[in-house]
């Protein structure tokens, strides 16, 4: 039986985590709610992310949580930029176009990433987040805890937009229905590309963030990729709240799940509680039937 | 010369078509050309090509009675191949089946679990299904490579202790060649048959008009298992002959989500819901990623995956409907055109 101690710390672990996880799941559902597109070279934004933080740190030594904000938009820049080249084209094409261009987007920045800056792990030492956390008898990696924090931080952040600008009013009138929000005056064209600018940015912050204390390589993508439409499924496809509470949810079915049964069977087990979400509840949480 | 009467085909309708004399005469030639090519090719890399050609293009076969006939997007088609090379190989190893045997039993545990996972998740739509047969897949390979009596993440290896037709293990390329086409062959005929039958035409319109469908009675669930059943048997012997030519098998190699988006990918480049078109897919998917492996794959800077993603988007953006489906869009057109003139000159 384990102790309380290590309970706790497997708990706030969990939390931290899954922080991260909403955050990755707030772009992809974002993307998805305007645009009923599922972005699946998403992972791939936040690898960007990931190398934007590595890349400022060490060719001009600055810091991984101060290039936050710069991180954000590089990232944002490239998802719009992405919606005006390619994106566009897929917006009325059928599912399959649009699955196959997005998973295309996919293979191409890995290879793009690998092209460039080789297939090496590499790793940001020495930033300004190291070190660990006692909090009573509980061990927290000082760089995990500033992640949440961070998560935290945007995740209210892009809710305040959306929720109390008008143009974040424009960005869900667009996602609720189109054509209404179109004769109301709102160009759908924009919202999309900032859709698509919004989502980049959330992937790229998570990967700032993540910068401090995970590997950084061409497939990085890939260990969240799964995990972030489990979440935005979990949540709501489109729902910002939901795909928050649907991270944490995750990250502790993640780390107790290991616990339990065993780190291997991690992702197993939170793939077989997507699959019992989307028989019992396809909408997802908070997401409209 | 005679006029055409006028129960002949006007506008060719580009499915349920009657195939001709010289259609059938041109598939029977390409047959035997198709078969006699071990005897002209020697070298085994290049024969070696030719079969992954033929397997690319029976994958893309297999995922298009369900993906494309039936219009259910799987991404989880490797935890069938996976399936079908794992039982295959395991009969053979430890209780000394022989593949004859072993192969097509793969097909029906494969297909079994194609319909008990088919059973929930047919009730899922569009994107939804698609990535419920994704965390399938993944699920599927996590349990292997955690599997210590089916060689976990280390894989398993055949013995080649015996050779021959009978354990299907040769030292030629050949051989594995023909029985890659035989495969093949086989799997187009099953295409053919349920395009031709009244089956063909539920899975139309379960696909098109799925509302439709059911209001007119037809029961989308069985005709979606049925189709499923078709491609994953298919597609876990495609696994069971992967096994046999190359006698290793670990869950990167079998069991990959990258491999499922790969027969997917097939059958779109070529044309969903197409017979030919995943034939035509598969060889031109094939030529891509080996010659652009070949040309700059030693750099291993992922120049052959670049080029590789541009085609796939500019497929999907430019030529949703594939090789076949935009050729096939073309004649249509074409002949529309051709009525219409031929109806002014009547009326003029």
């Keep these: 039986m384990p102790t309380t101690d290590i309970l706790l710390q497997t708990l706030l672990s969990g939390i931290l985590i899954g922080l991260i996880y909403a955050l990755v799941a707030i772009g992809l559902t974002i993307i998805f709610g305007v645009m009923d597109v599922v972005n699946f070279s998403h992972g791939e934004f936040l690898m960007l992310g990931m190398y934007s933080s590595f890349w400022l740190f060490a060719l001009f030594a600055l810091d991984p949580i101060l290039t936050l904000p710069l991180t954000t938009m590089i990232l944002f820049a490239f998802g719009y930029a992405l919606y005006r080249l390619v994106i566009r084209r897929i917006t009325d094409a059928p599912m399959l176009s649009q699955i196959f261009t997005t998973f295309g987007l996919m293979i191409l920045l890995r290879g793009l990433a690998q092209f460039f800056w080789k297939p090496d792990f590499r790793s940001i030492t020495h930033s300004s987040v190291e070190g660990t956390l006692s909090i009573g008898g509980i061990q927290i990696g000082m760089p995990q805890f500033v992640a949440g924090i961070g998560a935290i931080v945007v995740t209210v952040a892009v809710h305040q937009f959306i929720t109390r600008t008008k143009t974040g009013a424009a960005l869900e009138a667009t996602a609720s229905d189109r054509d209404a929000a179109r004769l109301m005056g709102i160009d759908s064209q924009k919202m999309f590309a900032l859709a698509w600018g919004l989502g980049a940015a959330c992937a790229g912050v998570a990967g700032g963030l993540l910068s401090t204390f995970f590997p950084i390589f061409p497939e990085v993508g890939a260990n969240f990729i799964l995990i972030a439409f489990v979440v935005v499924n979990l949540g709501g496809f489109g729902s910002i709240a939901g795909a928050f509470w649907a991270g944490i949810i995750v990250g502790l079915v993640e780390v107790f799940g290991g616990l339990l049964i065993g780190p291997q069977y991690k992702l197993a087990i939170v793939l077989a509680l997507f699959l019992a979400m989307l028989m019992w509840r396809p909408q997802g949480l908070l997401g409209k039937a | ?348």
């Design chain 2, 1 to 348: 010369m005679n006029a055409t009467a006028p129960t002949a085909t006007i506008v060719d309708p580009p499915l349920g078509r009657r195939a001709s004399a010289t259609q059938v005469a041109m598939i029977a030639t390409a047959l035997v050309a198709a078969a006699l090519l071990p005897l002209v090719v020697t070298s085994p890399s290049r024969l070696n090509l030719a079969i992954l050609v033929l397997m690319a293009a029976q994958l893309g076969v297999a995922w298009n009675i369900v993906g494309g006939y039936a219009g259910q997007i799987s991404l989880g088609h490797a935890a069938f191949f996976g399936v079908g090379a794992y039982t295959a190989t395991i009969l053979f190893m430890n209780h000394g089946v022989s593949p004859w045997l072993g192969i097509p039993l793969g097909g029906l545990v494969a297909a079994s679990i194609g319909v008990i996972v088919g059973w929930p998740c047919f009730r899922l739509k569009g994107h939804y299904f698609a990535m419920a047969t994704i965390a399938i897949a993944e699920i599927v390979q996590i349990f292997f490579t955690n599997w210590e009596y089916a060689g976990a993440a280390v894989g398993l290896s055949l013995p080649m202790t015996q050779r021959g037709w009978s354990v299907m293990i040769f030292n030629d390329k050949a051989s594995y060649y023909w029985l890659a086409l035989g495969l093949l062959v086989f799997s187009l005929a099953v295409n053919f048959v349920i395009e031709k039958s009244f089956l063909g035409y539920y899975f139309r319109a379960i696909k098109d008009e799925p509302d439709a469908a059911r209001s007119l009675g037809v029961g989308l669930l069985v005709f979606k298992q049925i189709a499923l059943f078709a491609s994953s048997f298919l597609t876990a012997l495609g696994g069971g002959l992967y096994a046999f030519k190359e006698l290793y098998i670990d869950p990167p190699s079998v069991l990959s989500t990258g491999l499922s988006i790969k027969m997917a990918l097939a059958a779109i480049l070529g044309g969903v819901g197409t017979l030919f078109g995943p034939l035509v897919g598969g060889v031109v998917l094939t030529a891509i990623e080996e010659g652009s492996r070949s040309f700059f794959g030693g750099s291993g800077r992922g120049t052959d995956l670049i080029l590789y993603a541009l085609i796939i988007i500019g497929v999907a953006i430019y030529y949703p409907r594939g090789i076949v489906g935009w050729f096939v869009e073309r004649r249509a057109r074409r002949q529309a055109k051709s009525l219409r003139s031929e109806v002014v000159d009547v009326a003029g």
